[in-house]
């Protein structure tokens, strides 16, 4: 419960106090440090039990295995697929999907491949899931997508991830007819007024250029979040739209959405690249309200916006306010000045970033 809870250190408190301990209590423990982001002490307190013969079980390994992929210990995770093997745990599903997603997270995709190849009865949608992901991290879009055809042939029933990563694998021009196919088969399947799918096709239209398709999936979600929004600001942004992406913003208002830095970031973007400088600084006066401004990446668009609308006495201002630069920062101002034609000023700014000075 304690684990659970996130209080560690009164879980740890009570596993110490124990007279007796068993297999269940072990395996509390070695959740509650996994769950918790501890995962040297889930893998050393399985050390104990090895040394102190405390019988294991699927779950102690399950929670051992993806200890060692928050931390990468690749030796460890082989040596329990080996006692695994050993103790014939290999035909629980959800140790196989740990190992899988274990090899998969350590870098050896080879054994997280011929390990799913080798499961017979593949009908877990998590493991293809898995798999799935797995192909998306080495960056193998293509394989992944055929993966997701291998899935439907055989039958096992996609969820809300399988979707989700599938159409993150065709956010690609070139496979934007693969993502339009398992649009098709989303809506068969019920899954459209899945607010994640629903996000993940609009991301994927955006990005493929295609807003004709984005507007109507956004058009008819029941009830978008921040993501939506930003998702179609951004695609509206990207794709040279900006007067669609100031409209949108105006809406994103008027519904009673409340715009976070993403929303901001992108409609400063617009008003910066179509010279619109009363909306930029209606956007500005907004960001300060609500305490945006301090945000480092709301201030270095904020001094893009104004360089590209030749006010540089605002854009001077903004870089001042802002608290701890980086070399963004630094950069977007003397390419500011550059642009507008004050080479001495930026020459003198160059200067003064290479002592450091300043936060940088």
């Not at 068993?22 to 039990?49: D, H, K, P, R």
């Not at 294991?56 to 993806?66: N, R, W, Y």
């Not at 208002?253 to 690249?273: E, F, T, Y």
């Not at 201002?317 to 070399?327: A, L, M, N, Y």
Request: charged content about 20%; proline content about 1%; aromatic content about 10%.
């Amino acid at each position: 419960m304690y684990g659970k809870c996130g209080c560690l250190l009164r879980a740890e408190k009570v596993f110490d106090e124990m007279i007796e301990r068993n297999i269940f209590t072990y395996n509390a423990m070695l959740g509650a440090y996994v769950s918790n982001g501890e995962f040297w002490e889930a893998i050393e307190l399985y050390a104990q039990m090895r040394i102190l013969e405390i019988p294991v079980d699927a779950h102690t390994f399950s929670c051992v295995l993806k200890a060692c992929a928050g931390v990468k210990d690749l030796f460890v995770g082989r040596e329990i697929h080996a006692l695994a093997i050993k103790f014939g745990f290999v035909c629980n599903d959800i140790l196989v999907n740990s190992l899988v997603s274990m090899y998969s997270k350590c870098n050896d995709f080879s054994a997280a491949q011929l390990l799913f190849h080798r499961v017979s009865g593949r009908g877990d949608v998590v493991l293809w899931n898995l798999m799935i992901s797995a192909y998306m991290v080495n960056g193998m879009k293509k394989e992944a997508l055929r993966l997701l055809v291998e899935m439907w042939n055989v039958g096992v029933t996609p969820s809300t991830y399988t979707f989700v990563a599938a159409l993150q694998a065709c956010e690609e021009p070139i496979l934007g007819s693969s993502g339009m196919e398992i649009h098709a088969v989303v809506l068969k399947s019920g899954f459209c007024r899945d607010i994640y799918v629903s996000n993940a096709l609009l991301i994927m239209y955006t990005r493929c250029g295609k807003l004709d398709e984005a507007e109507k999936v956004f058009m008819h979600m029941d009830e978008g979040d921040n993501v939506s929004w930003n998702s179609m600001l951004s695609g509206y942004v990207q794709n040279g739209l900006h007067d669609e992406a100031l409209n949108l913003f105006t809406e994103i208002l008027s519904a009673g959405q409340k715009p976070d830095q993403v929303s901001i970031i992108s409609i400063l973007s617009a008003c910066g690249r179509s010279g619109k400088l009363l909306n930029g600084m209606e956007v500005h006066a907004f960001a300060l309200k609500h305490e945006l401004d301090f945000e480092l990446q709301v201030g270095n668009t904020l001094m893009d916006m104004y360089a590209k609308c030749t006010k540089l006495s605002y854009m001077d201002s903004v870089f001042h306010r802002i608290p701890c630069k980086d070399c963004i920062s630094w950069t977007t101002i003397i390419a500011g000045y550059v642009q507008n034609n004050f080479h001495m000023k930026a020459l003198e700014l160059f200067r003064e970033a290479q002592t450091g000075r300043n936060g940088c």
